[in-house]
């Protein structure tokens, strides 16, 4: 598949200039048709590009905008909260989470690929040291079939026929 080149842009976000940012343009995107979204902000590795552009994340920290090579993720659990989560570049909030934060390796430096000792549902360990992608983009759960069905079953999940999903 080609794809288009990316146009390079100034991007902004919260107050954060981005110069010279490559951006790539999407108006159709495979299995997300119905989904309303404005686009999508790749925090994947270098390698994940196509043409080997910076990714916004890497260019913060080259051009010195961002304090820490780091990002963090603040998921609300609360469904009717006016805001659903916060994307923070350069540090972490505290005041989000409780205990210390444990960082685990990455072991394929093409996404957030890491090894996860076991899968848990309540007392019920469904699968152990599986890989795992952190991809805050996506809802789904994607794995071997047996420890997806494991996952399926330990939490009640049943099969929608209209989308060939459980």
């Given at each position: 598949m080609e794809y288009p080149k990316p146009s390079f842009r100034l991007l902004q976000i919260d107050g954060i200039a981005v110069v010279h940012q490559a951006f790539g343009d999407c108006t159709d995107v495979y299995g997300m048709s119905s989904d309303a979204f404005d686009g999508i902000?790749?925090?994947?590795?270098?390698?994940?590009?196509?043409?080997?552009?910076?990714?916004?994340?890497?260019?913060?920290?080259?051009?010195?905008?961002?304090?820490?090579?780091?990002?963090?993720?603040?998921?609300?659990?609360?469904?009717?909260?006016?805001?659903?989560?916060?994307?923070?570049?350069?540090s972490v909030d505290s005041t989000k989470y409780t205990g210390a934060i444990v960082y685990i390796p990455v072991v394929i430096q093409m996404y957030w690929e890491f090894i996860m000792a076991s899968v848990q549902v309540e007392s019920t360990i469904v699968t152990s040291s599986a890989y795992a992608?952190?991809?805050?983009?996506?809802?789904?759960?994607?794995?071997?079939?047996?420890?997806?069905?494991?996952?399926?079953?330990?939490?009640?999940?049943?099969y929608d026929s209209s989308s060939g999903m459980i």
């Open positions: 902000l790749g925090l994947g590795y270098p390698g994940a590009t196509s043409d080997g552009e910076k990714l916004v994340f890497y260019n913060m920290w080259s051009l010195s905008l961002i304090p820490q090579p780091i990002f963090s993720f603040y998921l609300n659990p609360d469904p009717t909260a006016a805001s659903g989560g916060e994307l923070i570049f350069g992608v952190t991809d805050t983009g996506t809802s789904l759960i994607l794995g071997p079939t047996p420890s997806v069905a494991a996952i399926n079953l330990a939490l009640g999940g049943t």
